[in-house]
T-cell receptor
Framework: AQRVTQPEKLLSVFKGAPVELKCNYS??????LFWYVQYSRQRLQLLLR??SRESIKGFTADLNKGETSFHLKKPFAQEEDSAMYYC??????????FGTGTRLQVFP | NAGVTQTPKFQVLKTGQSMTLQCAQD?????MYWYRQDPGMGLRLIYY???????DKGEVPNGYNVSRLNKREFSLRLESAAPSQTSVYFC????????????FGQGTRLTVV
């Protein structure tokens, strides 16, 4: 079965601390993986996708096929990073499934 | 520059009532989705549609029906609402290509009493 697991419901850090939001997936094929973010009172929006190997707002995510993980990292958290983060898996061009989400709180 | 538009934004229903949530996108996307968002449960896929006239069940389809009447619109119907369907509902769309971004509506907050 295709599944996305985000083990942490809440992650609290202080400004300037490193952040790692965990994501594990179960899928037998080559996955399309994404991170989406929902800021307060805003729509859910794409943060980054694994195929692009990009860094957005200082965040990066590396696909580890051996560990079936796609963790999101940022070396120095900012207060404006406080939001809900969702890892998502697309097993084909049609379907898109999300994890349970991790709420990141960055304290000043 | 509307993107994905959902109506209504808020709704209160009594148990047993029916209603339809509307979703429209103006980006000429092939794929459309309906999700529900519940605390601690994340976003769960209810139904999705890969193209006009086709629909498929997601993770939690029971109690819902959908219609993809044309490329722009994808509606979600609750035939007999139950308190367990109290949730925030999101519609999304994306092009039917690999690794493309999904665009979301602003959500519908539904309360069933």
């Amino acid at each position: 079965a295709q599944r996305v697991t985000q083990p942490e419901k809440l992650l609290s850090v202080f400004k300037g601390a490193p952040v790692e939001l965990k994501c594990n997936y179960s899928y037998s094929g080559s996955p399309e993986l994404f991170w989406y973010v929902q800021y307060s009172r805003q729509r859910l929006q794409l943060l980054l996708r694994h195929i692009s190997r990009e860094s957005i707002k200082g965040f990066t995510a590396d696909l580890n096929k051996g560990e079936t993980s796609f963790h999101l990292k940022k070396p120095f958290a900012q207060e404006e990073d406080s939001a809900m983060y969702y890892c998502a898996l697309s097993p084909n061009t049609d379907k898109l499934i999300f994890g349970t989400g991790t709420r990141l709180q960055v304290f000043p | 520059n509307a993107g994905v538009t959902q109506t209504p934004k808020f709704q209160v229903l009594k148990t047993g009532q029916s209603m339809t949530l509307q979703c429209a996108q103006d980006m000429n996307h092939n794929s459309m989705y309906w999700y529900r968002q519940d605390p601690g449960m994340g976003l769960r896929l209810i139904y999705y549609s890969a193209s006009e006239g086709t629909t498929d069940k997601g993770e939690v389809p029971n109690g819902y029906n959908v219609s993809r009447l044309n490329k722009r619109e994808f509606s979600l119907r609750l035939e007999s609402a139950a308190p367990s369907q109290t949730s925030v509902y999101f519609c999304a769309s994306r092009d039917g290509l690999m690794n493309t971004e999904a665009f979301f509506g602003q959500g519908t907050r539904l309360t069933v009493v």
